[in-house]
């Protein structure tokens, strides 16, 4: 983020309650905007054992956005894709993932241990000025959470376990980031929505003494006796997950011989030998989703606000998105760069768009694990058909989420040819910006991340006119001129109004200015202060303003 960003604002900042990876993610971004962030944690210590194991290419960028893109690339490894087996463990389908970068700048599915990740997260969290910790502490009390801006502040209190301290923290708003049994959702009143799934399934992680003789992919056994999930998390570690019956204990499952025989299909062998059990427990996957997102100052984010089966790995991905959808339209509301409805789209963009994706890992946990004898046939069936078309091939294998349908958008259109190829479905206003590498001021070859610094930013290919830049100026946009990348400079009428979680949140065809889709306040319009925001840069052009631009 860039140093101007990160300027403290006045006034109260954020709190934040749970201190896992998406809240520590949303900490490290409002802090990254400059907003002072207190993060409220009960446990004294992080998790020591694995539990999310897999993110995608488009949720990588926003680790890439709080400064952790290489060291996350250094503790994951590419999935090669997915195989739906049958219960003799022949392969029905395979659907292939590229292991190489894709559109967004990483892989498009990234295995990882979520102790490496949260141990990375916690030590740029440790290392932030604006972000303070306190571990063990018992959130017991909310107040003043349905209040505006305007009013009082909001007061979190509790006390610490360790020696039963009592404490009130203050701040402009709370996040809710303390998982499926959330505190602070209780404390507001909201409630939860079943939405028609619940499986108990056991889940088994190892370390091998050597490797195993397995594909790299995600295998997922299509048996209506007992469906089950095998993945190489990195490393001799692997994992696996086998879904209960009805009434049957886990205990039986988890003694050496029991587990040796779930196992024996990957091992080659009836016992555990060479094989240490790191963690095995059992599971309820659940769907389910938080009535209301918002309540007044506070913010569900993460299994606060929604839970989804594991079937297409979007757990945590989902609470990382989250986060990043939240955290810029906080900053922008308390530095009075939006005025306060802005916030109101939080819930009208991720509840929608969560929704949608747990009942995605509904349908295909159905289609993958249910029913009995003659409905796996009739799925052995279906499958067959299926993957013989080329869509439905790319829709399985492809990790890109649905496009925003409303909030903080301008109202949508799909654009030309460019974005039909360069990803599944034109690339329009509500779907993710893709990161191609593009030529700095300086020559060196970035990611278009890099250029944007989580601001927003205006696009374009054609050298800016004045009225432009001076646009970009009043409403504090970066502008990016952007000649050398191909898509664009076949469009050079084209403008793009990218929001700092790197949706595209307008277009103009025209050559005109696409005017940010949420309100200003008058007093920011014309700040002085907001020219020096703009940047203007790539392939060698730069225009100076009073006062200068910022370099790339």
């Keep these: 983020m860039d140093p101007l960003s990160a300027t403290p604002i006045a006034g109260d900042g954020v709190i934040v309650v749970g201190a896992g990876p998406v809240g520590a993610t949303a900490a490290l971004l409002l802090a990254d905007f400059g ?31 709080v400064g952790l893109g290489p060291d996350f690339l250094a503790i994951s490894r590419s999935c090669s894709g997915l195989r739906l087996l049958d219960a003799g463990h022949h392969v029905m389908a395979e659907f292939r993932r590229d292991a190489q970068t894709g559109i967004h700048g990483f892989p498009q599915a990234n295995m990882f241990d979520q102790p490496e990740l949260e141990a990375l997260l ?25 209040t505006t801006t305007s009013g009082a502040p909001v007061r979190v209190s509790g006390r610490f376990v360790a020696d039963d301290t009592p404490r009130t923290f203050t701040g402009s708003f709370v996040l809710g980031c303390d998982g499926a049994n959330s505190t602070i959702r209780e404390l507001a009143g909201i409630t939860m929505e079943d939405l028609g799934f619940t499986e108990r399934w056991l889940v088994v992680d190892i370390r091998a003494r050597r490797p195993l003789q397995t594909w790299d992919g995600v295998e997922q056994v299509c048996d209506p006796a007992r469906a089950a999930t095998f993945m190489q998390i990195r490393g001799d570690r692997y994992r696996w997950e086998f879904q209960l019956r009805d009434g049957e204990d886990e205990a039986d499952l988890i003694r050496p011989e029991a587990l040796g025989r779930l196992l024996e299909p990957w ?18 996957f659940r769907a389910r989703l938080a009535s209301r997102f918002q309540l007044g100052r506070v913010f569900l984010l993460g299994d606060a606000a929604h ?44 509840r929608p768009h969560a929704r949608a994706m747990v009942k995605k890992a509904v349908r295909i946990g159905w289609a993958m694990t249910g029913g009995q004898d003659r409905a796996a046939l009739l799925r052995r069936v279906a499958l067959a058909i299926a993957v013989r078309s080329a869509g439905v091939r790319e829709a399985i294998v492809s990790t890109a989420t649905p496009p925003l349908k409303r909030g903080a958008l301008q109202p949508q259109r ?30 060196r070859q970035v990611r278009l991340d890099t250029l944007l610094q989580g601001e927003p930013a205006v696009l374009t290919a054609r050298a800016p006119d004045r009225a432009l830049v001076q646009l970009c100026a009043r409403d504090r946009l970066r502008l990016l001129h952007l000649p050398d990348v191909e898509d664009l400079a076949e469009k050079p009428e084209l403008a793009i109004l ?38 203007s840069c790539a392939a060698g052009w730069t225009r100076r303003l009073d006062p200068p631009s910022r370099p790339c």
């Excluded at 916690?122 to 349905?146: M, T, Y």
């Excluded at 080659?268 to 599971?283: F, I, K, M, Q, T």
């Design 307 to 350: 839970l989804t089966p594991p079937f297409i790995g979007q757990g945590l991905c989902a609470g990382l998105r989250d986060a990043d959808n939240l955290a810029w339209k906080l900053a922008h509301v308390l530095t009075r760069r939006a005025e306060e409805d802005l916030l109101t789209t939080y819930e009208t963009e991720r």
């Design 122 to 146: 916690f030590d740029r969290v440790a290392q932030h000025p604006l972000i303070r910790v306190h571990r063990g502490f018992e959130v017991l009390e909310l107040e003043n959470a349905g």
């Design 35 to 65: 907003v002072p962030v207190t993060l409220l944690e009960r446990h004294l210590r992080p998790h020591p054992l694995p539990r999310a194991v897999h993110l995608d290419d488009e949720v990588a960028r926003t680790l890439g956005r």
């Design 414 to 443: 799909e654009l030309g040819p460019w974005f039909l190829r360069r990803a599944s479905g034109p690339l329009r206003v509500g779907s993710l910006m893709p990161n191609p590498m593009v030529r700095a001021r300086d020559g």
């Design 498 to 535: 990218v929001r700092p979680d790197r949706v595209i949140a307008a277009v103009n065809e025209r050559g005109g200015f696409p005017a940010p889709p949420w309100r200003i306040p008058p007093t920011a319009l014309g700040d002085r202060q907001s020219i020096g925001r703009v940047v």
């Design 267 to 284: 091992t080659a062998r009836r016992d555990l030998n060479g094989l240490e059990v790191v963690r095995n427990a059992s599971y309820t």
